[in-house]
């Protein structure tokens, strides 16, 4: 029996599928913010929208059909398949070289229900509304909290969506939040935030790692056309790794975020690029990190039925969402 002490039994308040229990051993501090599990828009990205496509959000899909000989619906000569930077593959999960995606500069474009396929071929990478199966959040007395995964998942798995409030960035916008993602879209043209200070989901409490085991990947519900705004961006949350439960999950803020808020970071890893004074003193060592590396492959092998449960959650999501854009 552990002996954790447990603030919330479940931070979503039955919004998500599964629990989301909150552990604190040290103190009785619990985050204030707005559980929800879809984006809001600002002013400014209604704003955007209205001028530029008379308050229609564009959206363009692909012209795949069913192919009876292989029984699927879009194939590699699918348009989103092929304006998107990166291959995922709903059954093997694989996002071929995850760490080579580059989050400021490519992105994904899933099919949806404007897609002649109606979003049946599955090429699904944001995993609806709900989050993965068992995460629970954990609090670190140097980080604040810190979202823990309690079953195996492994490379190229989609875990949830950032979520928050969108809205374009102002030019002279000081004090970033610390929930902030900053996307930066169509070359740059426009500079979209979520931003997940006031409402969001767990994501929200995922930490920064110069390591991390998430990537963060771009996702658009349609075809960018040359001359309307790009679609709005969200954001996945997947795997770059094989993670073994117990792992705290975490992605890569970018370089600008430390700098920004003039903080240090404290994720002790080799190749940290903003590392705290006591860095030397805690750093881990080589051989550690690629035993655990090893290690969690082997974990993720034997325990693959349960891996796969966090795929059927994806799909069970994806029936039922249709927040399409
Ligand atoms: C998006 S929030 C993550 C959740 C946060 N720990 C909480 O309790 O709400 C980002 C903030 O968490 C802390 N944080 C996350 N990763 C960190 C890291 N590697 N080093 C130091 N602080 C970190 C910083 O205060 C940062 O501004």
């Known amino acids: 029996m552990s002996n954790d002490r447990i603030l919330m039994k479940d931070l979503s308040e039955g919004k998500e599928l599964f629990p989301i229990r909150v552990i ?30 008379g308050g229609k959000i564009p959206v363009k899909g692909c012209h795949c059909e069913f192919d009876e000989k292989t029984q699927t619906w879009c194939g590699p000569d699918c348009e989103c398949e092929s304006r998107s930077a990166i291959s ?13 995606y580059d989050f400021y500069e490519e ?12 979003g049946k071929c599955n ?32 490379t190229g798995m989609p ?21 902030q993602e ?12 979520i931003d997940a200070a006031e409402s969001g989901n767990v994501s929200r409490f995922i930490n920064h790692s110069c390591a991390a085991n998430l990537i963060q990947i771009c996702v658009y519900s349609s075809i960018p056309s040359l001359r309307k705004i790009p679609p709005i961006p969200r954001v996945a949350l997947v795997a ?9 999950l975490t992605f890569d803020y970018g370089s600008e975020y430390f700098k920004d808020r003039n903080l240090r970071c404290l994720c002790y890893e ?39 449960d966090i795929q059927n959650v994806i799909e069970l999501d994806s029936d039922d969402d249709d927040d399409d854009f």
């Open 24 to 53: 604190n051993n040290y103190n009785k501090y619990l985050p204030g913010f707005a559980y929800n599990i879809g984006n809001d828009f600002s002013e400014s990205v209604n704003d955007e929208i209205r001028k530029e496509n």
């Open 182 to 193: 900053d996307l930066l879209v169509d070359n740059k043209r426009i500079h979209f935030i």
């Open 88 to 100: 995922f593959d709903p059954k093997n999960r694989i996002v071929e070289n995850p760490l080579s």
């Open 159 to 179: 875990i949830c969506e950032y979520r928050g409030l969108v809205s374009i960035r102002e030019k002279d916008m000081l004090n970033p939040s610390h929930y």
């Open 270 to 308: 080799l190749c940290c690029f903003n590392p705290a004074d006591d860095w030397a003193l805690k750093t881990k060592n080589l051989r550690e990190t690629q035993n655990q590396t090893r290690s969690n492959k082997k974990f993720n092998e034997r325990h693959f039925d349960e891996t796969k």
């Open 107 to 118: 992105f994904y474009i899933e099919c949806g229900l404007h897609c002649y396929c109606r």
């Open 240 to 248: 770059c790794r094989d993670i073994r439960p117990g792992t705290e």
């Open 123 to 154: 090429r699904r990478i944001l995993p609806g509304p709900h989050a993965l199966k068992k995460l629970h959040l954990e609090y670190f007395r140097d980080k604040g909290y810190g979202v823990i995964v309690d079953q195996p998942v492994s």
